[in-house]
Nanobody
């Protein structure tokens, strides 16, 4: 079992930066692929970034490429999402997700992930 707890969300202005974190329980965190998804009101939950167990492979959606960066610290059982040049359309609940993937793959759809956090709200004002 893996439990995920997001933190770091909040209200910021357009153009600001924000870093959200996701702390995971469990001794085998380093064998899990991780990802960040987001869901705006009335919309589907979409992937924005993913990272493999070692951090050597990452994925970004077109909407955040060049502005956001995903990283992980396996010693701290934590992943991060650094968000720069935030826009009002980035407003959403941000979720982290995990799936056991010791061979180094990453995954980009919601149904491929086993564990989810409760989400953290990010609001970007114009």
């Amino acid at each position: 079992q893996v439990q995920l707890v997001e933190s770091g969300g909040g209200l910021v202005q357009a153009g600001d930066s924000l870093r959200v974190s996701c702390a995971a329980s469990g001794r085998t965190f380093s064998q899990y692929a991780m990802a960040w998804f987001r869901q705006a009101p009335g919309k589907e939950r979409d992937i924005i970034a993913a990272i493999n167990w070692s951090g050597s492979v990452t994925y970004y959606s077109d909407s955040v490429k060049g502005r956001f960066a995903i990283s992980r610290d396996n010693a701290k059982n934590t992943i991060y999402l650094q968000m720069n040049s935030l826009k009002p359309e980035d407003t959403a609940v941000y979720y982290c997700a995990a799936v056991w993937a010791p061979l180094g793959r990453i995954f980009t759809t919601t149904k491929e992930y086993t564990y989810w956090g409760q989400g953290t709200q990010v609001t970007v004002s114009s």
